[in-house]
T-cell receptor
């Protein structure tokens, strides 16, 4: 069974640029959630996708957007990067009715300079 | 709004000593409760979860947690820690409502083990 994978591992971008982060779900999982973890903080919920539809969103601006594909993999896109976007971005996959049993990937470390 | 408080930012214990990490939550009803562990540079690994029933739950790596409704707490315990337990520990709640199953995390407790 393949776990949750994310790419790239690390990324350095300049303020104002755009970035795309990718996530492959654990086999059989149809729900993907994205979290932002700033240094020294707990993860914060960005949004969730269930069967290719956004299923809920946290307190993040519209420049944070996402997609989920028919194979349930997902992308997180961030436009107009700001310095405060520097963080570890975590993807978690689950079954839609699994009552929060979310399995996390290793994350993508984004640095904005 | 739901929230999670982990009062201890950093705890140091000696190898072989017992451990208790505190977690308090604020929510109108009993949420689903979780403990995750994060090693440096890694993602989150689920240690244990509470949904209902027995208030003492067992997890992986010898950890257990006790749900106390009257105190809105879900403290994590281990009778004897190992050097490999050094990591960041996060308590999280999952509010029970229709829609997204988002987890709300505490700030985390960093655990250091003295040899």
């Amino acid at each position: 069974e393949t776990g949750v994978t994310q790419s790239p591992t690390h990324l350095i971008k300049t303020r104002g640029q755009q970035v795309t982060l990718r996530c492959s779900s654990q086999s059989g999982h149809n729900t993907v959630s994205w979290y932002q973890q700033a240094l020294g903080q707990g993860p914060q919920f960005i949004f969730q996708y269930y069967r290719e539809e956004e299923n809920g969103r946290g307190n993040f601006p519209p420049r944070f957007s996402g997609l989920q594909f028919p194979n349930y993999s997902s992308e997180l896109n961030v436009n107009a990067l700001e310095l405060d976007d520097s963080a570890l971005y975590l993807c978690a996959s689950s079954l839609g009715d699994s009552r929060y049993e979310q399995y996390f990937g290793p994350g993508t470390r984004l640095t904005v300079t | 709004a739901q929230s999670v408080t982990q009062p201890d930012i950093h705890i140091t214990v000696s190898e072989g000593a017992s451990l208790e990490l505190r977690c308090n939550y604020s929510y109108g009803a009993t949420p689903y409760l979780f403990w995750y562990v994060q090693s440096p540079g890694q993602g989150l690994q689920l240690l244990l979860k509470y949904f209902s029933g027995d208030t003492l739950v067992q997890g992986i790596k010898g950890f257990e947690a006790e749900f106390k409704r009257s105190q809105s707490s879900f403290n994590l315990r281990k009778p004897s820690v190992h050097w490999s337990d050094a990591a960041e520990y996060f308590c999280a709640v999952g509010p029970i409502f229709q829609g997204a199953q988002k987890l709300v995390f505490g700030q985390g407790t960093r655990l250091t083990i003295n040899p």
